[in-house]
């Protein structure tokens, strides 16, 4: 009976859909066992053969996770909100929510081919209604709370205005805006309502501010650091500019040195957590009070080298710091004013990286020192931050190569501090040399207690403190676009309000075009039913809008990361209407155990997860403090793109062995068009590239040869592998043991189509273990030694394997066992049995098959793993080299623990040694047991 893949795989998959095979519930019997992916973004293009690599690894280690006993979880769903369903909207005029139902079909089904074991009851998408609503939820939750410094946790506004009664704020330590005014509890009960909310707007954990974004013209909205590549926005290569908006933003730096502390509590690499700490970038250093020369303003410079401060000999703005236009002198406002707007053209990443370009402008202005009081040249400088500490440094050539570099390009006075040092170069490795000599309170001291004194001195005189500081700022959180979450906020004189969550959700309204309006709005700007009346409590029309009853409701929406930081928790529950999540489910799942993804998100996304987490753990509505306790990037699988040679002056495509001579642009060529043996079809080439059907073909041999180059599997380098195709050719079981085959899980590797084949016939081999042609012949005989022997060394590699995920090696685990049964001719249900179900979360259709064929009833799924036993792998024989003068003549099986003399009578009376003998009687006879036997004639 031959291996048909195709009817087996259709049973199979049909099956587990019609039995809720894989559906989960709630069994405090067993160990819970959560398994997730990182959340998809259902693309136009569908998924190639490098998606499912993290999905297969899941769905193994789910699988392998059931067979260990365990209630397992490992849903899917979909993060169907985003940047490119809008830019196709755009261009054509269809509902985002039509493309992205049509892309969500497309994933489903491609998915269901491979046959993942996810529980599809549970399946979320962030941009359903039932979903967004709890998403608005959190987002009002956010808006009530506010962060104690003192219980280190956030906790309700209420509680916060509760103190703001009895005591003003003067004695509140809260994480809020810089620039609170104190008062007291008189004061504040008679602020009006307005004034009130103002402050509390202050405090809040999500509030509204000015801030400096990225923004992006030509899409027409606020793109984060993460959708920026080399200046421009990683959706159409827009340019990106840097502008101040009224924006809502989280206060994630509240839990700065928590998500530090907890990356010590969780499973990740070291590579991903070093990542998120510079990320979040803790600084321990001082804050320092410049004064400006003609100016009540004072300049704050955090630092972690204030015992350098006496090397100070220019400061450096960022050009955005809202000071340089009131600090800038007449005679520099233009040069001033040139260099900011060609500034805001580059994006806080690009400006971070760049560090050859030197480039600044001086203000005119001068600080004055804090100890010698001389005036300091103001200047400003790309290389600083707005957003970083406070958006100006002080600098010290003599102890920092770039403001050495800077001064050094600009003329400005570098102060020999170090008599008799030349300050080059090679002083800046010496740290010691940036305490400054000619001070009386730090002359002679060692760096570490010159700062601690340098931070006594200043605060002596009220001009710095000691500080901690972090890179970490608060997140932008509104976008301007319209496919994403609506806020669910309306304004009253002009102040943001939260609808009640009873109302819950505030659904996206419909909008005649997908752009942002003439004036300048957001894309909701377009909605004509888009303003809240407060005594019917609905989205009614904006005719309606009186400021009196019926208001406005917020034009922006949410970012991506809004439904993607808490899907976990909804995955537990999905289907309550009346809350998140359940305490019941939530206590029960807490939190994801094993995570799956690119590293592409080790910051963004993670941070934002672990952010929304931690809150909801302050106010009590989830049991954990982190939500991902395990997790592990996936490597890229990478494309092999084929090439074609264009000769640089001619309309000639030469092929790859003829280029040498000639110059020529190298062009992508559709990998479909490309055979095994590197061979294009020209013809196919032509009609897929018109441009090309006149084109002279220079062939070597007859035919043409394309270049290969290993790169990021992409459209846009057509080079893209359909798994639906590999599916129909070798089986949904060969796509996933080939996928893990390639290599280890956490390292890019190419594809190769070319060897899918070894892995292919792998599978064809094992079903011939189960049968002879047409009949299944397993049956209930003994097993022999060698094939239990060959049984538990595959159980305990296997198992090894898949806790360590090396399922590379796990792969020819399984061709080593399947090559050594064979050879047996084992037919031994003792040892087929569990050897299907060792296979089975690798390749589960054939598992399931084969298991059915062995007379279950039920689905393999749940089937207990098999157990290692050592006493198969512990050799109770020795084949002995039988040796005569040092030559070995024959080999003899005997017992490891017989006596020597019992050996030597064994040997000695066997037939070959008579013949070898042939009558004589040895001298001597040399036995080493375990090792040999050499008798000396």
């Known amino acids: 009976m031959s291996y048909d893949f195709t009817a087996i795989e259709e049973k199979w998959q049909k099956h587990w859909a019609d039995h809720k095979t894989f559906q989960t519930t709630r069994d405090n019997t067993k160990e819970k066992f959560f398994v997730l992916d990182m959340f998809p973004y259902p693309s136009g293009a569908g998924l190639h053969v490098g998606h499912p690599l993290g999905y ?75 979903y967004y609503k709890w998403t608005q939820w959190i987002f009002i939750e956010l808006f009530n709370s506010w962060y104690d410094k003192d219980q280190d946790k956030a906790r309700p506004v209420e509680a916060l205005e509760s103190l703001f009664e009895k005591e003003g704020n003067t004695n509140v330590n809260a994480v809020c805006d810089e620039d609170v005014t104190f008062f007291s509890a008189s004061e504040w009960v008679n602020f009006s309502a307005k004034q009130q909310q ?22 027409g909205t606020v793109l984060a650091n993460d959708e920026i590549v080399n200046g421009v926005s990683e959706r159409g290569g827009f340019e990106v500019i840097r502008k101040k908006m009224t924006q809502w933003s989280m206060r994630i730096s509240a839990y700065a040195e928590r998500l530090l502390q907890g990356l010590e509590t969780i499973d990740w690499t070291d590579a991903l957590k070093e990542s998120q700490r510079n990320w979040i970038g803790k600084s321990v250093g001082a804050s320092v009070s410049f004064a400006i020369q003609g100016y009540d303003d004072i300049i704050e410079v955090f630092t972690t080298r204030p015992d350098t401060i006496f090397g100070v000999s220019f400061m450096t703005l960022a050009p955005e710091h809202a000071l340089v236009d009131i600090i800038t002198t007449a005679d520099q ?168 969550t009873a109302h819950l959700p505030i659904k996206l309204p419909d909008v005649e075009k997908y752009l942002p309006t003439e004036t300048g709005e957001p894309p909701l700007g377009r909605a004509e039913v888009w303003a809240w009346d407060t005594t019917a409590n609905k989205v009614v029309d904006n005719n309606l809008i009186d400021h009196s009853t019926v208001f406005p409701l917020e034009l922006n929406t949410m970012p991506g990361w809004a439904g993607s930081s808490w899907y976990l928790f909804r995955y537990m529950d999905p289907h309550n209407e009346k809350e998140f999540a359940s305490a019941e489910a939530l206590n029960y799942w807490k939190q994801v155990d094993l995570y799956i993804g690119g590293s592409e998100h080790a910051t963004g996304h993670l941070l934002y997860s672990r952010f ?19 997790l592990i990037n996936q490597g890229m699988i990478l494309g092999t793109s084929a090439f074609v040679y264009r000769d640089v002056n ?51 041999g007859g035919k043409y040869i394309v270049g290969r180059e290993v790169e990021k599997m992409s459209k846009s380098k057509y080079n893209v592998v359909n798994p639906d195709e590999i599916c129909e050719q070798y089986g949904a079981d060969t796509l996933r043991l080939y996928e893990m085959f390639l290599g280890p899980l956490e390292q890019a590797k190419p594809w190769n189509t070319a060897g899918i084949t070894g892995v292919y016939n792998f599978l064809k081999k094992l079903w011939k273990l189960y049968h002879d042609n047409e009949t299944f012949t397993v049956v209930d005989a003994a097993s022999t030694k060698d094939s239990l022997k ?6 305990k590699k296997v198992q090894e394997d898949i806790e360590t995920f090396s399922f590379n090696t796990t792969v020819s685990t399984f061709m080593i066992a399947v090559n050594e049964l064979t050879a047996q001719k084992c037919n031994s249900r003792a040892i087929l049995e569990p050897l ?23 689905s393999i799924a749940t089937a207990a793993f098999p157990i290692f036993e050592e006493k198969y792998l512990v050799e109770s024989t020795k084949e002995y080299p039988i040796s005569f003068n040092g030559k070995m003549r024959f080999t003899l099986e005997l017992p490891l623990d017989m006596s020597k003399d019992a050996i030597e009578k064994i040997v000695l009376a066997h037939e070959k040694t008579q013949q070898q003998l042939n009558g004589r009687t040895p001298k001597k006879i040399i036995i080493v047991p375990g090792k040999i036997i050499n008798i000396v004639g």
Request: aromatic share 12%.
């Open 650 to 700: 001619t309309n000639t495509i030469i092929s790859k062995g003829l280029t040498s001579k000639t110059e020529v642009t190298p062009i992508h060529v559709d990998v479909s068009l490309v055979n095994a043996s590197n061979e294009l079809d020209v013809e196919g080439f032509k009609q897929w590239r018109p441009e090309f059907a006149e084109a002279e073909f220079v062939l070597e």
């Open 333 to 500: 406002k233009e040069a001033v004013a040139a260099y900011v707007q060609a500034t805001a053209k580059r994006s806080e990443r690009d400006r971070m990286a760049d560090v050859k370009t030197i480039s600044g402008v001086f203000t005119g202005a001068y600080a004055l020192h804090p100890f010698t009081n001389e005036p300091v040249p103001i200047w400003i400088g790309d290389y600083v931050l707005a957003g970083y500490g406070t958006g100006a440094v002080m600098a010290v050539p003599c102890g920092d190569q770039r403001d050495y570099d800077f001064a050094k390009h600009f003329n400005i006075a570098i102060p020999n501090i170090f008599e008799g040092v030349d300050i080059s170069e090679e002083a800046f490795s010496d740290k010691e040399k940036t305490v400054i000599a000619n001070s009386d309170f730090l002359n002679g001291l060692n760096a570490k207690k010159a700062i601690k004194t340098a931070i006594y001195e200043l605060e002596k005189l009220g001009k710095g403190e000691g500080k901690t500081n972090y890179r970490l700022r608060d997140a932008v959180f509104s976008r301007q676009r319209y496919w994403g979450e609506p806020f669910p906020v309306y304004y009253v004189d002009g102040m943001p309000q939260m609808i009640d």
């Open 56 to 130: 297969i690894a899941s769905d193994i280690y789910a699988r392998y996770k059931r067979h260990k006993g365990c209630n397992v979880l490992h849903p899917q769903g979909y993060d169907s909100f985003g940047l490119p369903a809008e830019q196709y909207a755009i261009q054509t005029g269809q509902h985002p929510a039509i493309t992205t139902q049509k892309n969500i079909a497309r994933y489903r089904e491609q998915l269901d081919k491979i046959g993942f074991s996810f529980d599809w009851s549970r399946e979320v998408r962030t941009s359903s209604p039932e």
């Open 198 to 219: 103002e402050i509390l707007l202050q405090y809040r954990l999500t509030y509204l501010a000015e801030t400096e974004v990225n923004w992006c013209p030509q899409l």
């Open 790 to 795: 060959t049984l538990h060394k595959t159980i």
């Open 836 to 858: 299907t179900i060792l296979i089975s979360p690798y390749a589960p259709h054939i598992a399931e098959e084969l298991w059915s064929r062995l007379g279950h009833k039920t």
């Open 612 to 630: 929304w987490t931690k809150f909801l753990n302050d106010r009590a509505y989830v049991p954990v403090n982190e939500p991902f306790k395990k």
